[in-house]
């Protein structure tokens, strides 16, 4: 039994989208951005989920809006993340790791390695874009998360949740992972899907999956026309479009898609087998 919380359901930009308010929404395909002032579900933050097992707390995915999520969530500690790919919106809050790296032990914090995993790709981008964290000549007096880096391939285990890389293509960036844990794949970013990919993603109960539009295709995401080719493919019991634009609304597009599927949204919260 484990629990998926979503952190943030938003693509890169977030919704609504900073460009789209700034022109008086003139350009919101849907009006979304302006409906997110009064209907929290259309407000997204950058995707992530947080999956809760055996008390652990698992994150995958640190983007630019991690404080805010666990301030909102109320997220109490993370014992390990994983990284789908090393896209800004999908690293940039690592940093702010570091408040779950110190915990209270007989009354003092003692602060803990906290481990992260991932391509060795995107393993190698975050060593680059935070060479500070990793460097031992850092000034530690405002404080750096301590993390121990695990470059991942195939099935490996984090704490008793055995885990299995998804490796997906999305545009050029190299080492693109969506993860399996159980009868559950999350797959974030995804253009398309190899063959050997394809047959990890057998008998799903549950396929969370980028969803950037309906329809106008992407250079390197999908939108629901692909996933409706996928979904026929692989027969998934449940499907849940997550890393969604302003071109979605889900109280209209909902109704248009495929019985099984819906829309996440920021804080939903869900309890697997
Ligand atoms: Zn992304
Ligand atoms: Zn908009
Ligand atoms: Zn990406």
Redesign the pocket.
């Known amino acids: 039994m484990f629990e998926i919380l979503f952190l943030g359901t938003g693509t890169s930009h977030g ?3 900073v460009d ?2 700034m022109s008086d ?1 003139k ?8 409906a997110a002032e009064t209907d929290p579900k259309h407000n997204r933050t950058r995707s992530s989920v947080l999956i809760s097992f055996n008390q652990k707390n698992i994150l995958i995915d640190c983007g630019p809006d991690f404080r805010t999520q666990v301030l909102r969530e109320k997220v109490k500690r993370i014992d390990a993340a994983l990284f789908t790919h090393r896209h800004s919106d999908h690293i940039n809050g690592i940093s702010d790791i570091r408040s779950f790296c110190t915990k209270i032990e007989n009354g003092k914090p003692n602060v803990h390695d906290l481990p992260i995993y991932g391509s060795q790709e995107t393993i190698d981008a975050i060593s680059q874009c935070f060479s500070y964290i990793f460097d031992p000549d850092t000034f530690v007096g405002g404080g750096i998360p301590k993390l121990k880096r695990n470059a991942v391939d195939g099935k490996f285990k984090v704490f008793d949740l055995e885990i299995e890389t998804i490796p997906v293509i999305h545009g050029s960036c190299n080492g693109c992972f969506g993860y399996r844990f159980a009868d559950t794949a999350y797959i974030p970013d995804v253009k398309s899907i190899p063959q050997k990919s394809m047959e990890k993603l057998q008998n799903l109960e549950l396929l969370i999956i980028d969803c950037l539009r309906m329809e106008r295709p992407h250079s390197t995401h999908f939108v629901y026309e692909d996933i409706k080719k996928l979904i026929a493919e692989i027969n998934p019991k449940k499907v849940i479009g997550t890393h969604l634009c ?1 071109d979605i609304d889900y109280l209209a597009d909902e109704k248009a898609i495929d019985p099984r599927m819906t829309f996440a949204f920021d804080g939903l919260k869900l309890q697997l087998s």
Do not use: A, D, G, R
């Open positions: 919704v609504p989208v789209c308010v929404y350009f919101c395909p849907k009006n979304v951005c302006k302003h």
